[in-house]
């Protein structure tokens, strides 16, 4: 962070984060999860424009993460937002960094080529080997206790095909090329699995 100016005396933010991503509900979307991003952007930092950013943006991309809220990006962008003010970091840094962390719903195209970075390195897991991928699945139904079985394998099943009908699941060349084929291979393997637990009951 003290890369781009940010001075954060006594690393409280980084604390405030570790505290963050160490909650007890979080059983994918933990410290694990961040520390392969961080492996990911570290392989691939050569290729961002801004890597500095875009490193800050995987810091704060699940800062906040209720599995009952839909703001969990608006609220983590908004945190990252209020840290770089603080330290007075430049709004367009600021901006930048937010637009990232937005991107990580992945409900549209990312808008600059370091937030597609950024929104590819969220769903490095997606790529995975198949044993890796099947605990992600159990450990995304752990985060989701709550919800009624029925209910959330509709909905997670909608989630992984609506990914499978797009052109691309990757939106940089980079990570598409990588990762992509094993991707849509454990995603089409899990839309089968999700499809026989519904027509089961």
């Known amino acids: 962070m003290t890369r781009i100016g940010a001075r954060d005396a006594g690393g409280q933010v980084f604390k405030d984060l570790e ?58 962008a908004a945190w990252a937002r209020r840290f770089l003010e603080e330290e007075s970091i430049n709004q367009a840094s600021a901006e930048r960094v937010a637009q990232m962390i937005l991107s990580t719903r992945h409900d549209q195209p990312a808008p600059t080529p370091d937030a597609a970075l950024v929104c590819d390195i969220d769903l490095a897991v997606l790529g995975v080997p198949p044993d890796v991928y099947d605990d992600f699945e159990h450990r995304v139904r752990r985060e989701y206790w709550w919800v009624p ?52 009951g």
């Open 19 to 76: 505290s963050a991503y160490g909650e007890r509900h979080r059983y994918y979307h933990n410290h694990t999860h961040l520390r392969g991003c961080f492996k990911l952007f570290d392989a691939v930092r050569g290729h961002f424009q801004r890597p500095d950013e875009g490193e800050l943006a995987l810091w704060f991309h699940d800062a906040i993460y209720r599995t009952r809220s839909t703001l969990n990006e608006a609220e983590s």
């Open 149 to 200: 079985e029925p209910t959330f394998v509709a909905k997670r099943q909608a989630i992984l095909e609506r990914f499978l009908s797009a052109d691309s699941i990757y939106q940089t060349d980079l990570l598409r090329e990588l990762l992509e084929p094993a991707a849509r291979a454990n995603l089409t393997r899990w839309c089968g699995i999700l499809g026989r637990r519904r027509s089961a």
